[in-house]
């Protein structure tokens, strides 16, 4: 079946512009996670969604980030007035979430790369 | 707060053993997993294991979980080229998310 499926694959914007970044995830996945991963290291958790919940966004570095989702399944990340800093793969996951699919097993999409100029 | 930690990286010859180490500190991680990244590509589950166990063997890989140390390894029987990758290793803490290790590069030479 189709996995977690990630848009644009490539993205180079300038400087304080906006982006959006799209996350399709795996039909009937509850959770829907976003991870960046920048140069040279691992990969930071940013927001966490799980089924009709308020999400958990401990990990958004700033409030240029945000998230939605819309009808509990495809997912938006947005980031406002881009820095250089903000330059990295960002990673859409899900997984089925507390209603099964012990342990929770998170299914990656291919990430979309970000380079702000 | 939660810090998961590794080896930049490993290199070995093609048939030998790998091992890749990892130690992490949140004591209330629930399971353990190992996440193998290829070059251009998304991350794959390659294997997990519970924190009650302390051994879990999978065709060529095998987990060792020392639970008191909070280290967690991954052996790679038999290493074949295609195996070079970067390995991630992860903890479920509360809530749900994972916190990664900065992952080892693998490099198997032929």
């Known amino acids: 079946g189709a996995g977690v499926s990630q848009s644009p694959s490539n993205k180079v914007t300038e400087k304080g512009k906006d982006v959006e970044l799209r996350c399709d995830p795996i039909?009937?996945?509850?959770?829907l996670y976003w991870y960046r991963q920048s140069l040279g290291q691992g990969l930071e958790f940013l927001i966490y969604?799980?089924?009709?919940?308020?999400?958990?966004k401990s990990g958004l570095p700033s409030d240029r980030f945000s998230a939605e989702r819309t009808g509990g399944s495809v997912s938006t990340l947005t980031i406002q007035r881009t820095q250089q800093e903000d330059s990295a793969v960002y990673l859409c996951?899900?997984?089925?979430?507390?209603?099964?699919?012990?342990?929770?097993?998170?299914?990656f999409g291919p990430g979309t790369r970000l380079t702000v100029t | 707060g939660e810090d998961v930690e590794q080896s930049l990286f490993l290199s070995v010859r093609e048939g030998d053993s790998s091992v890749i180490n990892c130690t992490y500190t949140?004591?209330?991680?629930?399971?353990l997993y190992w996440y193998k990244q290829e070059p251009g590509a998304g991350l794959q589950l390659l294997t997990y294991?519970?924190?009650?166990?302390d051994m879990k063997q999978d065709q060529r890989l095998t987990v060792l979980l020392n639970k008191k140390d909070k280290h967690l390894s991954l052996r790679i029987a038999d290493t074949q080229t295609g195996d070079s990758a970067i390995y991630f290793c992860?903890?479920?803490?509360?809530?749900?998310?994972?916190?990664f290790g900065g992952g080892t590069r693998l490099m198997v030479k032929p």
């Open positions: 996951a899900s997984s089925l979430g507390r209603a099964g699919g012990t342990p929770y097993e998170q299914y």
């Open positions: 039909s009937g996945h509850t959770a």
């Open positions: 969604f799980q089924g009709n919940s308020a999400p958990d």
């Open positions: 949140d004591s209330s991680s629930t399971y």
């Open positions: 294991i519970f924190s009650n166990m």
């Open positions: 992860a903890e479920k803490v509360p809530g749900n998310m994972l916190t």
